[in-house]
């Protein structure tokens, strides 16, 4: 089941460096974890902004509410999520 | 070199329904055509709109301009574009 | 698997008075019939504006665009979608 | 009488741990007792955001302004309320 | 229990002059009426367009919301519904 | 002359509790002055919001900007003003 | 009394012609009438859209509102009142 | 000086092909008269949409004026119109 | 050549005492300066609102840009500008 | 391939003043460095505002973001990207 997802990140200027550098990288580890199970097959950069736009391939809505909740950058972000069906035309 | 695109549909409901159907069919073989080449790798509903998230893979904006601007559909929608980039954090 | 849905109903007023009330009628039985079912469980009038606030329970994102697309009235609404998760403060 | 409630929670990052720990039990021993009451009857988690959607069933508008008022974590939310009244095709 | 109610007007122009000035005609009884009765206890216009704003006097939502669907230019309206509750400075 | 008022409030955190204590019983003490003199002839609390909508009866534009201006709260408030005049309608 | 008003025109494409040129006509006149008063002391184009930008002197809320009201124009503008007060750097 | 214009055109689906053919007809060429004579130094298409950003260089704002009032367009057209000067970083 | 500005402000409530009261006397000092110049021949306050709609008379973009920047209170304002040309009503 | 983009800037107030200047700095150099390669062609001065409207001339989106992203104000600024195409009436 598929969710189109953008995440605009913002991080407050005044963040403990050594927190930010830490949370920087438990993100990338988190969702890279997440990309090589399946659940998170695209994830690209918006241009020209510190945002990502995203699909996420859950069973429910409640797992994927979960796996957002969990990104170390939750606290820092709006996120936007649009459920999706498959397209007639798709082939 | 990729863009986000969201397009949506708002046919007029006084439009011959000859000339609906015929625009229907054209838009998706024109559609299914361009999924063929590659150029439009990925379609996607909306859920609950008559609305789709497409993904296009271009060479140029020029090209992307000259594909939605092609769409047997193009009179009848709104289409919103990001360009999108690499993710630092993809796999 | 629950989600929020508001629908904003805006009939043409020159569609066919027929036309019109036998969509009406459509739209009630197929929207009694949801209810029975479960897959509808809740629909509340908006006070002061022709739309319902709802809430759906079903399988996938695919099957809410299935139930949505196929309502009497759809090509006369505006219909938004937020999916749901269990709230942990839920009793 | 029902109102539907949609609360998006912004808890400033500077506030005290030991206050926000305070805080955020009493808002949930507080929704728990206003839910065992009937006067909350349902209460979700809106995906990815620290938000929820909720029904109020209260007696009066004042009923309902009090409920809001007193929540622990009233200061630190935007709330956004419709009024509800039955769906004449509710079964 | 008060609301405070916006009314935007939008008539057809091509509306049957008769039905027009028959629907304005029923508008204006039907408010003096709800007026009289004092379940519509102030109505003001707004300067320089075709609204009001109305505060309305009732014993739930389900009756605001009969008064309303009822107005004769209903179909014709954009409404706003805001309740309202004493203010804890009012004399 | 009437002037329909909406008050939104928002007192920083950080505020001198002091201050605090002090600006919230003068703003009391000056609405309660105002409505006793018949310029502010009603004030409702909007439900779920710190926040006020309000009648003013003056004689000028400037007396209503200074009547506001001078609010004990208005460093920290969001101020939205609609004139208004009589409707044809009202009895 | 001051009040900053703009209006964005909209004529039907279908308007009568003759009914058009003589409601242009009459919309002409009126306003000239109002300038040479005095009651309608500054009218501006706003460059790239059938739209003005004007300032009106009135004694009231009501005498702006009829004014605006009686516009030949009225029916086909969307009109955005201000109230002004005197500023105090105002030399 | 310069101005940063973006055209939004909607030629309504009524209008009569001879009249569509030839309005357009007469938007180039009266567009590509005013870039040969150094008005209307750029035009782009925006990328998705019936929609142009273009940069003018005129006089004053009665000449912008005249020059986007005579586009046989302008009746279908959205005109959005940004002031623009020398930045200091220019080369 | 006119423009019309509404300048909204907002000051930091932890701006140094006496810094703004030195900004504010040569912002005052400035617009004076202007307004003698025949430069910013209108100014008026919005009511209920630290805010002001004026009109610039200038001889290029340029020009209003180099007086807006230059305004005291610019770093703590919002500016909106609107470019005018005659209107063909005005007399 | 052409891109519009407009940034918004906004400097917090408590920046090191030596790190604003040095930050200014950088900025101007890396901008102009930008505009002798012709991959910035076009930046102005939007009136009134602490913003830019430019052109981009680059081969790739990827490319765009690099440029965007290593802006020593990125941190500070928001950024509207609009994908270009030659128009058909252009000369």
């Keep these: 089941m598929l969710f189109s997802v953008r995440m605009d ?5 005044d963040l403990d460096p050594e ?3 830490d949370t920087l990288a438990r993100e990338k580890a ?15 950069r ?3 902004a510190y945002s990502n736009i995203s699909v996420f391939d859950v069973d429910s809505n409640e797992e994927l509410h979960d796996l957002l909740w969990n ?9 936007d999520v649009t459920p999706l069906a498959p397209h007639p035309s798709a082939i």
Tied chains: 1, 2, 3, 4, 5, 6, 7, 8, 9, 10.
């Design 9 to 13: 990140v913002d991080i407050p200027r």
């Design 71 to 79: 990104l170390p950058l939750f606290p820092y972000m709006t996120i």
């Design 46 to 48: 918006v241009v020209g």
């Design 19 to 21: 927190v930010r550098a």
């Design 30 to 44: 988190y969702s890279q974890e997440l990309q090589r199970s399946g659940k998170w097959p695209h994830i690209w």
